[in-house]
Nanobody, 122 residues
Framework: QVQLVESGGGLVQAGGSLRLSCSASGRTISRYQIGWFRQAPGNEREFVAAISRSGGITPYADSVKGRFTISRDDAKNMVYLQMNSLKPEDTAVYYC???????????????WGQGTQVTVSS
């Protein structure tokens, strides 16, 4: 199994930036495709971005395309989500998840972190 821990969330003004980190332990993160999801109060958990094992496939949700960038550093057992030009509608708890296949469907991921809060003020 792999354990995931997110960090880097916080409060930022609209137009600002944050970088979220997803740290893995237990098993090397290089085995897994990694996804980022977010969930705002009253909403379902939604796909944000994912990255394949090789790093060569990086699908994004349309709502974040061009603003967010996902990357991975397998040597450090880390995956990152760089978030630029943040908007109030980006406010949510952000989760990273791991699975052996790359998918946009939250229910198909086997391993999840506990989440980190991102709040964007207008």
């Amino acid at each position: 199994q792999v354990q995931l821990v997110e960090s880097g969330g916080g409060l930022v003004q609209a137009g600002g930036s944050l970088r979220l980190s997803c740290s893995a332990s237990g098993r090397t993160i290089s085995r897994y495709q990694i996804g980022w999801f977010r969930q705002a109060p009253g909403n379902e958990r939604e796909f944000v971005a994912a990255i394949s094992r090789s790093g060569g496939i990086t699908p994004y949700a349309d709502s974040v395309k061009g603003r967010f960038t996902i990357s991975r550093d397998d040597a450090k057992n880390m995956v990152y989500l760089q978030m630029n030009s943040l908007k109030p509608e980006d406010t949510a708890v952000y989760y990273c998840a791991a699975d052996l296949k790359i998918t946009r469907v939250a229910g198909e991921y086997d391993y999840w972190g506990q989440g980190t809060q991102v709040t964007v003020s207008s």
